[in-house]
């Protein structure tokens, strides 16, 4: 056999080599491992609900495909049943799923408690009631609004801006 019938045969020989290697995936880097979320978002779902029982989280939702390793961060969308929304980061482990530090919700219902009796004095009607967002993520400098419902009838919002990272607020109203 003459020499370019060598060099030829051996390059046929080394592409079907590397077909057949990539056909069975020898080539291919390691495959991505994915698991499902549904039990992810169930479990920050039930964390933060006995954290709180304010914190009424209706939907969890985290990234579709998340790589199935430990420890690692993932983020989440929360929705609460009023709509209000809030990012929120957890650590997960082998042994246990944290929340990320720094990351803190104010109580809706004490917020609105609260309001009630440092604004009252202030506006020339009775308030009957607050209603603040669901879901309030504490963070220094971070703001939300509230409605407040009068007798008689003044439409009103207060701004809540949180003035540190444990949750105290300094707050306004305003008339519409």
């Known amino acids: 056999m003459s020499l370019k019938k060598k060099v030829f045969s051996g390059l046929i020989f080394a592409v079907l080599l590397i077909v ?3 056909f069975l ?3 291919s880097p390691k495959s991505t491992v994915y698991r499902s979320t549904a039990a992810l978002q169930t479990a920050i779902s039930s964390m933060l609900n006995k954290q709180d029982p304010g914190i009424l989280v209706k939907t969890v939702a985290c990234p579709a495909k998340i790589v199935d390793k430990s420890p690692q961060s993932i983020t989440c969308t929360l ?3 009023d709509k209000s929304s809030a990012a929120l980061t957890v650590i997960e482990t082998k042994k246990a799923l944290l929340i990320a ?9 004490l ?10 004095g202030q506006v020339k009607a009775t308030i009957l009631g607050i209603s603040c967002p669901q879901l309030i993520l504490v963070h220094s400098g ?3 609004y509230c409605t407040l419902t009068t007798q008689p009838a003044k439409p009103m919002i207060v701004i809540n801006t949180f003035t540190n990272a444990q949750g105290a607020f300094s707050y306004k109203v305003i008339y519409k």
């Open 79 to 81: 929705i609460a049943a």
């Open 20 to 22: 057949v290697a990539g």
């Open 101 to 109: 530090p720094g990351q803190n919700f104010a109580s809706a219902a």
């Open 25 to 27: 995936g020898l080539l």
């Open 111 to 120: 917020t609105e408690a609260s309001l009630k009796k440092l604004i009252q």
């Open 142 to 144: 971070g703001s939300y």
